[in-house]
T-cell receptor
């Protein structure tokens, strides 16, 4: 599992509330990614990070922000949650020692916005 | 804009049969094509991957066939087993720009006894 943990694993919240999801890795990987998974859409990239304080947007970044103040932690924040953000969120790391883009995923966080 | 198209959406195969899932891509800059397997309640797990310098890669019962000119690649599962029942995603990425993966929409495979 490449030493990836996500917290919380499940969360139910109300529309308009802020939510922060945490991804933690223990193997000093440089690249970290946040995806959301929805039926019929596969996995879509929200934001990614290529180092401490270095982040960039993915294809579905509206309504989300990220921060990475330490190598091991990548936080995803929904500033004001909406029902359209109900989804399963996965964090991934890119295996640094490989010359290929091998990405390994965490166990996911199921978020429900009521 | 869907850059990786995956089919079929669902697939039922008899035990011992061959499961075939197809993907097509548009971006000729893609140079890495992985397949992921996902069981319910779990994160996607890297199954097998290929680079475009080869036309086929085999790992056990799993084979990727790659057709660069047609911009297509497929996953073949030989001797399919009930334990292979899962959702499979193809993906593609290029170099640079964070090596972002673009995923297909997934195929739900069920292997029946």
């Amino acid at each position: 599992d490449a030493g990836i943990t996500q917290s919380p694993r499940h969360k139910v919240t109300e529309t308009g509330t802020p939510v922060t999801l945490r991804c933690h890795q223990t193997e000093n990987h440089r690249y970290m990614y946040w995806y959301r998974q929805d039926p019929g859409h596969g996995l879509r990239l929200i934001h990614y990070s290529y180092g401490v304080k270095d982040t960039d947007k993915g294809e579905v970044s509206d309504g989300y922000s990220v921060s990475r103040s330490k190598t091991e932690d990548f936080l995803l924040t929904l500033e004001s949650a909406t029902s359209s953000q109900t989804s399963v969120y996965f964090c991934a790391i890119r295996l640094a020692r490989s010359s290929y883009n091998e990405q390994f995923f965490g166990p996911g966080t199921r978020l429900t916005v009521l | 804009q869907q850059q990786v198209k995956q089919s079929p959406q669902s697939l039922i195969v008899q035990k011992g049969g061959i499961s075939i899932i197809n993907c097509a891509y548009e971006n000729t800059a893609f140079d890495y094509f992985p397949w992921y397997q996902q069981f319910p309640g779990k994160g996607p797990a890297l199954l097998i991957a290929i680079r475009p310098d080869v036309s086929e890669k085999k790992e056990g019962r799993f084979t990727i066939s790659f057709n660069k000119s047609a911009k297509q690649f497929s996953l073949h599962i030989m001797d399919s087993q009930p334990g292979d029942s899962a959702t499979y995603f193809c993906a593609a990425s290029g170099t640079g720009g964070g090596n972002k993966l673009t995923f297909g929409t997934g195929t739900q495979l069920k292997v029946e006894l």
